[in-house]
């Protein structure tokens, strides 16, 4: 896709998201690498439901600014993630209602905050670490989510939301539609008997992909 072709796809993806719910006021954000080498990115405290495709934010992978309005200050965890994955391609920030509801819960299994209990959180999502309470924008955020990059598809900002990963913009908002879903289904179910997949069932799975 041409870097026109994919600003108008982060436009339209984002429209969608916010007029779904997954994304409130100015809340959240938005990136993808770009043809160029460098990377496309909301804007500093813009509305997914109101962006401009001329206005997005280019920045370079140390984060200078290249053009656009200024980028949020949380593309610097976004960039953490690009220079410790290089499959990774596009990444969606949210604060969507169960996500963060999820990250403000005690006593989360840090190594996995959602034990499997569906086919589709384990082959789009495998596993979903918890990143330790940081204000946003401390600088810290990246470089937890650098040491665990190349492992994981998403993860969990405590008190926060979620970071989810993408080979490209489409599947970074599939994956977290999906991540939303398991953690609407994860707190309906809560204090329920819960079916969980096995060793055996995850293994199967693994690997598959998506």
Do not use: W
């Amino acid at each position: 896709m041409t870097e026109q072709q994919l600003r108008e796809q982060m436009v339209t993806l984002a429209r969608s998201m916010f007029e779904r719910g997954y994304a409130t006021g100015g809340a959240g954000n938005l990136s993808l690498k770009l043809p160029s080498g460098y990377f496309l990115a909301t804007p500093t405290g813009s509305s997914f439901g109101r962006l401009d495709a001329e206005r997005l934010s280019v920045v370079d992978i140390d984060g200078n600014h290249i053009s656009g309005d200024r980028p949020s200050k949380e593309v610097a965890f976004h960039l953490a993630i690009y220079r410790n994955n290089h499959k990774c391609n596009a990444i969606v920030h949210l604060h969507s209602t169960y996500l963060t509801a999820l990250s403000c819960l005690e006593g989360l299994d840090t190594n996995n905050a959602i034990k499997p209990f569906t086919p589709y959180f384990v082959m789009r999502i495998g596993e979903l670490p918890v990143i330790p309470y940081l204000r946003p924008g401390d600088p810290r955020i990246a470089e937890e989510l650098a040491k665990r990059a190349a492992d994981y598809r998403a993860f969990l900002l405590a008190n926060h939301g979620p970071v989810i990963t993408g080979t490209d913009l489409i599947d970074a908002v599939d994956n977290a539609e999906e991540l939303e879903e398991t953690a609407k289904l994860a707190l309906m179910l809560d204090g329920k008997s819960i079916r969980y997949l096995s060793k055996e069932e995850i293994t199967d799975l693994q690997g598959r992909g998506k």
